[in-house]
C-alpha cells in the first residue's frame, strides 16, 4: 500500500487552487479604512480588487467600474499582479490534475516512471502556483502601506488598508507551497525506495561433513 502523503498533497492542493481563485475574483484586495478615512463620516464605503474597483454612498447602493481605463494605460503594478495571479491560477489547477493523475489510486496511467514523475510535476506546479500568488499579494500589499502613509498625511477622503484578499492569498500561497513539497518528494517508486536498500545474498551455513572430501 502506496504512503497517504500525495493523496492529502493534492487536497491540501485543491483548498490552495480555492483560496486563490477567490484572491484572483475577489473586490476587496484593498478596503477604505474605517479608522483614518474621512470619508466614513460621509458613510461612504470603497474598496478595490485587481479588476473591480467598488464604491457604496448609501446603503444597497454600489457603483463599480472595471477602472474605466484601457488595459494599456493601467499602471504597470496592477498588470503585473494581474498576471501573477493568472499564472498562480493555471499553475495551481495544472498541479492538481497532475498531482492526482500521479496517485496510485487512479488508473489513469499505469504505474511507471511517467506516473511517478507526472505526480512531481504536478508538485512543480504547485510550488509555482504559491510563489506567484504570495509574490502578487506581497507586491500589491506594499503599495497599500505606501499610500497608506501618504494618503493619511495628506488627509485624503480615501485611505486605504489590507481587504480580506490578501490575507486569503497569503494563506493559500503557503498552502500552495506545502502541497508541493509534499507532492514532489513523497512521489516514488518502488524500485526507487528499494534501491536505497543494499541487498546481500543469504549466508548458508556447511556443516564439517559436507566441506570434509570422500575418499573412495
Partial sequence: MGSPCPGVGVGL???ATIGII????SKEWRVNSQTSSSAVAMNIKSYEGLWVRCTSSQ????ICDNYDESKWLLPGELRGQRAFMCLAFIAALAGVIAGAVGLECIGMMKASKGKTWTGRSGGICMILAGLFTI??????AAGVVRDFKVDEALDNTFVYQFGSALYVGWIAGGVALFSGCLLLFC???EEEDDGDDVRMKPYKYKSPQDTTPSYV
Avoid at 22 to 25: E, H, S
Avoid at 135 to 140: D, G, I, K, L, R
Fill in 59 to 62: 446603503a444597497g447602493q454600489i
Fill in 22 to 25: 477567490y484572491t484572483l475574483a
Fill in 187 to 189: 512521489n516514488r517508486m
Fill in 135 to 140: 509574490t502578487a499579494v506581497s507586491w500589491y
Fill in 13 to 15: 492542493g485543491f483548498v
